[in-house]
């Protein structure tokens, strides 16, 4: 081996040692990019999962907003009726604050009493006379002189109530010459077909279809009252007979309703057997009627309304958007109730609703003054129309804000916009659909006492029996009597009473 070999060799050796380092220096640093990489993908699996809670709070937040506001609803700022209110509430929870006036309780100084009036002589069954004995200022006995200017008082008692029981007997004679014996016929003209009478099954149909006693307690009230027994299947089978009885005057109170040149609807929910179904209610000044049906849809609900003549006032129900437009009138108390509810929310909503809060209290108060006649026709439409306009521009400006929950109903309203204002061109056309609510409001207490019905046939009686009762009030027409006449009609097959006019 030569000098110059020994020297190579050394040379490797000396490049060797940094080769080792560099090997080794490489290594470290692919295990330190490695763990970069590790910690960049957990910071990526960490952002991702920051990423998916948030939008879990997000949507929790959303759906507690939700939760919060049904747990506030009540009928001053939704559909809601009174009577789902909890106990305790205000009854002006959620209204404009007024100004308390100090005044005591009772009647006023200047308020016009109010007292019994007497009845009319025809109809007073016993008169009791008292005369004085003797005169006041001589002492001398006086006559018994009638005064046609007596001081008048009168008491009302009610005679013990007897059940009218009738027994018609079908005798059977022997032939004297040859002994067979013959049974009289038996007259179906003669021997009603019910136990009943007319006038008792009339009052059964009142006592469970327009005062809504359950069948048990009716059957105790007519024990108590007039000795009259009766079962609870009895009694069922005579609500029938009624509800036939009145079918011809509940024909009439429908085509009187679809014929009206203004109407009024509302629905509500419906039970038979447990099962969700149903109500609706169409209503005038002169009739109302009620119709139990399957459901709430267009399909179901267009056919009850005939040729769709005249005026409706509703609320914004889509199922009711069969009706021209033009034709209709959205119940501004429904959007009273929406613009509360914007304005208990939180952030900009709450302006919002505040705003359309001011411009629907205006709404009302031109309207009022109209009808008390404290503003002329000219004056009433010169100052309503720049409020619809402000109005509709608040609405467009609302809709176009994208705020959730509130943008939404905003443009809804604003599809309407045809149906707003009618109450203010057509004279008989009323801002609100309070009428409608209030003929549905018995029905609702009489959901919540009954839970419904439980057949067909009940439905029947109940849509029926309603109808009868609130068109005879509108007609001034004795409830009881009316459903009597009809009892009578049905017992002698002769045509049924009208029920208008």
Request: aromatic share 6%.
């Given at each position: ?12 050796a000396e490049r060797a040692v940094p080769d080792a380092e560099v090997v080794k220096l490489r290594a470290e ?473």
């Open positions: 081996m030569s000098l110059g070999d020994d020297d190579d060799i050394g040379l490797e640093l692919a295990a330190k990019n490695a763990r970069i990489l590790n910690l960049e993908t957990e910071l990526a699996a960490k952002n991702a999962r920051l990423v998916e809670l948030e939008s879990a709070v997000l949507a929790l937040r959303k759906q507690v907003e939700v939760l919060l506001e049904q747990l506030g609803r009540n009928s001053n700022n939704s559909n809601l009726p009174p009577s789902s209110d909890p106990p305790g509430k205000p009854k002006d929870e959620g209204k404009p604050k007024k100004r308390k006036r100090k005044r005591k309780r009772g009647g006023q100084k200047g308020h016009r009493g109010n007292k019994r009036e007497l009845v009319l002589a025809e109809r007073v069954n016993e008169f009791v006379d008292l005369f004085p004995p003797c005169c006041d200022k001589c002492c001398k006995p006086l006559p018994e002189l009638p005064d046609s200017n007596a001081r008048r008082y009168q008491s009302v008692e009610v005679p013990p109530v007897e059940a009218h029981v009738t027994e018609y007997r079908r005798h059977e004679v022997a032939c004297p010459d040859c002994g067979h014996g013959t049974l009289a016929a038996y007259d179906d003209e003669v021997i009603p077909k019910s136990p009943f009478g007319p006038r008792l099954s009339a009052m059964i149909g009142v006592l469970t279809g327009v005062f809504h006693l359950s069948r048990r307690k009716a059957r105790e009230l007519l024990r108590d009252f007039a000795g009259v027994e009766i079962s609870v299947g009895g009694l069922s089978r005579v609500e029938a007979r009624v509800a036939d009885a009145v079918e011809a005057a509940v024909e009439q109170a429908w085509q009187q309703v679809r014929g009206a040149a203004v109407k009024h609807t509302d629905g509500t929910t419906w039970l038979e057997s447990g099962k969700l179904i149903s109500l609706w209610t169409i209503a005038t000044a002169a009739a109302s009627v009620f119709k139990i049906v399957a459901n709430g849809r267009k399909d179901t609900l267009e056919p009850l309304f005939g040729d769709k003549h005249g005026i409706l006032i509703s609320d914004r129900a889509t199922a009711l958007n069969f009706w021209a437009m033009e034709s209709r009138q959205i119940c501004w108390a429904h959007l009273l109730r929406k613009f509360v509810s914007f304005s208990e929310r939180d952030g900009p909503a709450a302006l919002i609703g505040e705003t359309l809060l001011g411009y629907t209290g205006l709404v009302f108060e031109y309207w009022h003054d109209y009808q008390d006649g404290k503003l002329d026709k000219q004056h009433f439409d010169s100052w309503m129309a720049p409020l619809r306009e402000q109005f509709e521009a608040e609405l467009a400006r609302t809709a176009e804000a994208d705020i959730a929950g509130v943008s939404g109903s905003c443009a809804n309203i604003l599809e309407h916009a045809a149906a707003l204002w009618t109450f203010a061109e057509h004279a008989g056309v009323e801002p609100t659909n309070n009428h409608a609510e209030r003929e549905l409001r018995a029905f609702v207490l009489w959901r919540k006492r009954s839970y419904g019905t439980q057949s067909k046939r009940g439905n029947r009686f109940a849509e029926r029996l309603m109808t009868v009762a609130h068109t005879a009030r509108k007609q001034g027409k004795n409830v009881l009597e009316f459903l009597t006449a009809c009892c009578r009609a049905q017992a002698a097959r002769e045509p049924a009473p009208t029920l208008l006019g």
